[in-house]
Structures are given as structure tokens and as C-alpha cells.
């Protein structure tokens, strides 16, 4: 029986007594939710409280939103194109009907039975009718060819936005077009009668309008930017007029800023953001209708950007692919692109830590921007350090043609000295040319899965630099830095104990013939050297490296080089004897110290 109870719940007892199901006891008793219903709801005839089965209560099923052509209530007659009158009873709603067309109550769509447009005869199954409702929804977006179903609310807000700006700039542009009297600018005289004509109003509308799409939905943005475009693409100079002296005030100069802008703002995204290739396949066939003047035709493919999953791209990053080339069907695909996708493929990869994938894709993408592609490309040291590879750090500063350590600046060189020495590195924002990695304030932190080099390694390392860049050589702070690790037995501060004079006096033409050998760039160090006594061979190999630098040129400053031998006195006696076979040079090496100590006490 339907009767309410207090607790809100019904217990609904089973009658079923079937020894089958005696040991289904859980399914004996189930509590239902109770649903507010009149009590007329619940009447039984006589006759039914006599069966087994007794019906307690019943109710017409809600009717949910629908389109008028799936009324369950009136019927519809579809047909293919009829705009003139409703057919048959169309035009008959319930509470529910939505309109296919405006995607709204069809109680307030304004074109229900409006004779020519009725659209209270739309359904899905008809071309027309869909078309009209995709223009209809898609509003100012049909041209990018998007779907219904790629439509969300940032993009209806972006449709929205992009027609009141569509609005406003035809009328500014219009007021463009009519120009300004010279007197209102105080420049006419008599008999003198001319227009000046001033783009930068429009300029500075259109600039707002792409400050407000930085800041929506990566989908909206783009779009926004290419709708915008889009239009004012078309502006032209009006000759035979005044220009203001501005230098938004010229068409052409204004246009090419603002196409440079909305490029650079989509290809962000496109790599940046998580588009499907469907959606990036879109706004490349957009871009490729627009009407590029003739001096912006080659912007015309600036959109040609790879999707991640591009499949020659893939293979690359993943060390399957070696040479960027690929024969797809028989042509050829090479992995060439932009510098401007470069820099930002490298930004990203560096905010996800793949390192290893982006030294893979600087090796072999091509670009035509040679001269700022160098620059990304003498990172890859860098980012192999921060995947924690030395040894492949070290490699990749040395190639043999056009190495990046030749391109060392002093400060990058103490750079990389600080990062094999340490096994750390500053934290940083992505970088995207050598000179950013010198940040003076930024923190030091540990690199994941690094081992600081051996005493070795970092000397190997450092005289390689010297000997293939000159800067490097020259500079008095990379040889105090040198020395400085040198002159300090490994894990102790104390002074380093004086080897043997056999030593000392077989050491000299052991390193000098280093030394020479480095002139191949390949230094390489005899583990005999350093078997006995490690780190005094190591000293002296600098050491001796330092005698030849004076030796070609006057080395200033020269005191903070020589203040490292402080604990090591023996290190600098050997020095000097570098010197005495000509006492020339000697004299001139104690004159430049006298020198120096002289102006640094008058300073």
C-alpha cells in the first residue's frame, strides 16, 4: 500500500516464499526513496488488491529538453526546404521544443513561423537546416571550418567577442578612410586644403583587442588573433594624402607589426598548447586564405608548424632517426622549420626536463636562420649537463668543426668549469642563447643523477678550452679559477706535500710534451703522470701551461694568478725556473709583478 511514513522510506516485504531463494535473504526487504505524490496517485481498484501483484503507484515519465523534431507530444512532418509556412502541425510546441536552429526554447526563437525563414520546419536529416544551423551557432567562426562539436563556451565567447570587434573596427577604419582636415591639426594655410590620414587609432584598437585574446583559452586566442587579422590584412594606404608622423600612422608599417604579432601568438600555441592536429590543420588552412599583400607573402606558411606527433619529428626525438630525412611514398620529408618554432620547441622541452630529446632534435633540424641557430645549438653541452651526461657534455664541446667552446666567452667558460667541478647548476628559465647561462643571482642547485668530474677530466677540460679559444687564454680570471682548484689536494684545503726533484725535473718535459700535443685540441693525459704523486702532476701540467701564457703576452692581472701557489711555494720556485733560461723574460716577468703591486698600493 502507498501510505507515508515518518522516516520517509517505504519497506517493501517480498512475498515470495520459494524454497529456491531461501538463501537469498538480502533480497527480502529493500528500502525505496519515498517521491512526494498526490494521494489520488496511489488509488488501487478492488480487483487489484487480490492479485499477487499490486500496482501502487504510476506516473506519465518527465518530458526532457528535446528538439521540436523529437516531440514525443506532436507529431512532425520533415521535409528537405520549406521556409514559407509551417508544415502541417510544426509549428506546435510543448514546454520542452528547443529550436534546432538557434539552440534555444523554441518560446523564444524570433524566427518560429517568421514567412521565409520558418524555422519551426528545421530538423537534422536536411543539408539546408544543418548548414544554416552550423552558421547559425558558429557565427563569425564558419571560416575556420570548425564543428559543433568543437565548440565550447570559450569559443562562443571568442565568436562573440571577435563580431563586436569586427563592428568597431569597420567604423574606425571608415573614419580613417575620410582622413583629417589639416587646419584641425593647426597646419593649414591660406589657400591650402588637405587631409591627413592616421592609422594609429586603428593600430592601438586593434593591439587592444590582441592584449584581450592573450589572456582567454589557447583555442580562443588563436582564433581570435587569425579572425582579427582576418580583417584589418585588407586595410590599404589612402594616397594622395597627408601621413601623421607617427609610425603606427602608415597602413603598410602598422599591418606588418600586427601580423608579426598574431604569428608569433598562434605558433606559440600550436606548440605550446595541447591542439589536436585536426584543430592545427584548421588554422593552417585558414592562414593560407588570407590575402597577404605582396611585400607579407612569405608569412603566408608561417603557420606550417609540425604537431608533436608528426611522425618524422617523433622519430628524431626518440634517437630513431639520425639524419632528419624521411621518404614517405616516395618523397622526401626533411625536418626543417622555422627558428622561431625552434626557440619555442626548445623552451617547452626544457620546462618538461627532456633534454635528451631536445639535444636530439638541435642536431639535426634544419632552419635558414644559420647565425641564432648556432647560438641554440652551442647549448647542447648545457642541456646534456642537465640531464646529468657528462662525459656526452664534454664530447659536445669539442666536435671537431665549429665547436661550441670556441665560442666561450671567460664568464662561460667559469660556467661550465663550476658545473663539472660541482655538479650543479643555477636555476633558471629557459635559456635560449649561451650568454643567459651567466646569471650572477641565480641559486645553485644539484644536478639529478651528476658526478662531479675527476681531478683529471676538469683539467683536461680546461686547457682544451684554452687551447681553442683565445679568450678563454687570455683572461686572467679563467687561470686563477684553474689554478685555484689545482693548488688544493682533492678534499682537503691543506697545501699540497713537495714531490721528489727526480720527479720535479722529469715532469717538465713530460708536460711540455702535452702541451704540445694539444695543438691537435685532443689533449690527452698519461696515467703515468699522475700515478705517483696525482695531484702535483696535475698542478705542474697548469703550472707549466701558465709559464707559456706569460711567455706570449703580458697576463693582467697577474697577482690574483700568483696569490693561488700562497700554500704551494715549491709549485711557483718551479715556475720561475720555467723562466730561467732567459733572463730576459724573467726580468720582465718580477717587473710586471713589482708593476702591479706598485698600482695596486697607489689605487
Request: proline residues 4%; glycine residues 4%.
Amino acid at each position: 500500500m502507498c501510505t507515508p511514513a515518518d522516516s520517509g522510506d517505504i519497506i517493501i516485504l517480498s512475498s515470495d516464499d520459494d524454497d529456491d531463494h531461501k538463501d537469498d535473504r538480502d533480497m527480502s526487504c529493500l528500502i525505496v526513496e519515498v517521491v512526494d505524490v498526490k494521494e489520488k496517485d496511489c488509488v488501487s481498484s478492488p480487483s487489484t488488491l487480490e492479485e499477487d501483484l499490486v500496482v501502487t503507484f504510476s506516473r506519465h515519465a518527465d518530458v526532457l529538453p528535446h528538439a521540436r523534431y523529437d516531440c514525443p507530444i506532436h507529431p512532425f512532418t520533415p521535409t528537405e526546404l520549406e521556409t514559407n509556412m509551417p508544415v502541417d502541425s510544426n509549428q506546435l510546441i510543448c514546454d520542452q521544443c528547443f529550436c534546432y536552429i538557434c539552440d534555444k526554447l523554441a518560446s523564444l526563437c524570433e524566427m518560429w513561423c517568421v514567412s521565409g525563414i520558418c524555422h519551426c520546419n528545421s530538423h537534422k536529416r536536411s543539408a539546408f537546416w544543418s548548414n544554416l544551423r552550423n552558421h547559425k551557432l558558429l557565427g563569425g567562426l564558419t571560416a575556420f571550418n570548425l564543428t559543433l562539436s568543437e565548440m565550447d563556451s570559450h569559443l562562443r565567447q571568442a565568436a562573440t567577442l571577435l563580431q563586436q570587434f569586427r563592428q568597431e573596427l569597420s567604423a574606425l577604419y571608415s573614419s580613417y578612410m575620410k582622413g583629417e582636415a589639416l587646419k584641425d591639426y593647426g597646419l593649414s594655410q591660406e589657400n591650402q586644403q588637405g587631409f591627413i590620414y592616421n592609422y594609429s587609432p586603428v593600430f592601438e584598437f586593434v593591439s587592444s583587442f590582441l592584449n584581450q585574446a592573450d589572456q582567454q583559452d589557447s583555442r580562443a586566442a588563436v582564433i581570435m588573433s587569425l579572425g582579427a587579422a582576418e580583417d584589418f590584412i585588407r586595410h590599404f594606404h589612402f594616397s594622395g594624402g597627408f601621413i601623421f608622423a607617427s609610425p603606427m600612422a602608415n597602413v603598410d608599417t602598422a599591418k606588418t607589426m600586427l601580423l608579426q604579432r598574431v604569428i608569433a601568438l598562434v605558433q606559440r600555441q600550436m606548440v605550446m598548447a595541447n591542439f589536436t592536429p585536426d584543430f592545427i590543420n584548421k588554422l593552417q588552412e585558414f592562414c593560407k586564405k588570407l590575402h597577404f599583400p605582396a611585400e607579407l607573402r612569405n608569412m603566408r606558411n608561417s603557420l606550417c608548424v609540425r604537431p608533436w606527433n608528426d611522425v618524422l619529428l617523433v622519430s628524431v626525438m626518440k634517437g630513431q632517426n639520425v639524419s632528419g630525412v624521411r621518404k614517405d611514398k616516395g618523397k622526401k620529408d626533411v625536418l626543417t622549420e622555422q627558428i622561431s618554432v625552434i626557440l619555442l620547441r626548445t623552451e617547452l622541452l626544457q620546462h618538461q626536463r627532456r633534454y635528451r630529446e631536445l639535444c636530439r632534435y638541435l642536431r639535426v633540424v634544419q632552419t635558414d636562420n644559420t647565425a641564432q641557430f648556432q647560438q641554440i645549438q652551442d647549448l647542447i653541452p648545457y642541456f646534456m649537463c642537465m640531464a646529468g651526461d657528462f662525459s656526452s657534455a664534454l664530447t659536445s664541446l669539442f666536435p671537431s668543426v665549429n665547436a661550441p667552446a670556441s665560442h666561450f666567452t671567460p664568464d662561460l667558460f667559469l660556467f661550465y668549469l663550476k658545473v663539472f667541478e660541482t655538479a650543479t647548476a643555477p636555476k633558471l628559465t629557459p635559456v635560449s642563447k649561451p650568454g643567459e647561462l651567466c646569471c650572477a643571482g641565480a641559486a645553485w642547485e644539484s644536478i639529478e643523477d651528476a658526478v662531479p668530474l675527476k681531478r683529471h677530466e676538469l683539467v683536461r677540460f680546461a686547457l682544451r678550452a684554452q687551447g681553442c679559444c683565445s679568450a678563454v687564454y687570455a683572461d686572467s680570471r679563467c687561470w686563477t679559477s684553474l689554478l685555484s682548484i689545482v693548488n688544493k689536494p682533492c678534499g682537503s684545503l691543506t697545501a699540497l706535500p713537495m714531490p721528489s726533484m727526480q720527479f720535479l725535473q722529469e715532469a717538465r718535459d713530460v708536460v711540455k710534451g702535452i702541451l704540445l700535443d694539444q695543438k691537435g685540441s685532443n689533449m690527452q693525459i698519461p696515467r703515468s703522470l699522475h700515478e705517483v704523486y696525482p695531484d702535483q702532476a696535475l698542478l705542474l701540467l697548469v703550472t707549466e701551461a701558465l709559464s707559456q701564457r706569460i711567455l706570449d703576452s703580458v697576463l693582467y692581472p697577474i697577482l690574483p694568478v700568483l696569490n693561488t701557489f700562497q700554500e704551494n711555494s715549491w709549485a711557483f720556485r718551479w715556475l720561475c725556473e720555467s723562466f730561467s733560461s732567459s733572463e730576459e723574460h724573467l726580468k720582465r716577468f718580477f717587473q710586471a709583478i713589482a708593476q702591479e703591486r706598485e698600482n695596486s698600493s697607489a689605487s
